[in-house]
């Protein structure tokens, strides 16, 4: 399955991206990537930050996403990761979700467990 760009831009000295996927146990993982570029002589880098809902949580998530989205995930594709992720790229089309602290407070809000972890390269 694809992922879902919520956020893609090129700053002065960086670049961001905020996406979702599913990992390889069908998690579903929120990435917000920072890249920062060789510059100078210094060492490029690259900084993400992980959101994960397990996989037991997905449908949860999906049911919430359609009740914000007033259904329209019941009716993207036979298969519930299908609806999920169709419902996901509704919310990056209409500007929800711009930074991954957005997405945090809304799982709390809503009582959806996940982890959270940092990756520095």
Known sequence: MKEVVFVSEKLPRKLHTLTASLN???????DDGEVYPAVGGKVGREVDDYLM???????????????????ISDT????????????????????????LDEIET???DRDIPFTKQKWIK
Not at 24 to 30: A, I, K, Q, S
Not at 58 to 64: A, C, E, Y
Not at 81 to 89: P, S
């Open 106 to 108: 809304w799982l709390l």
């Open 76 to 99: 993207c594709g036979e298969e519930a990761d299908q609806r999920l992720f169709c419902a996901l790229e509704r919310m990056a089309r209409s500007g929800h979700w711009k930074s």
């Open 24 to 30: 390889m146990d069908t998690d579903l993982v929120f």
């Open 53 to 71: 809902v397990r996989a037991k949580y997905k449908s949860r998530v999906l049911d919430l996403l359609g009740k914000t989205l007033n259904g």
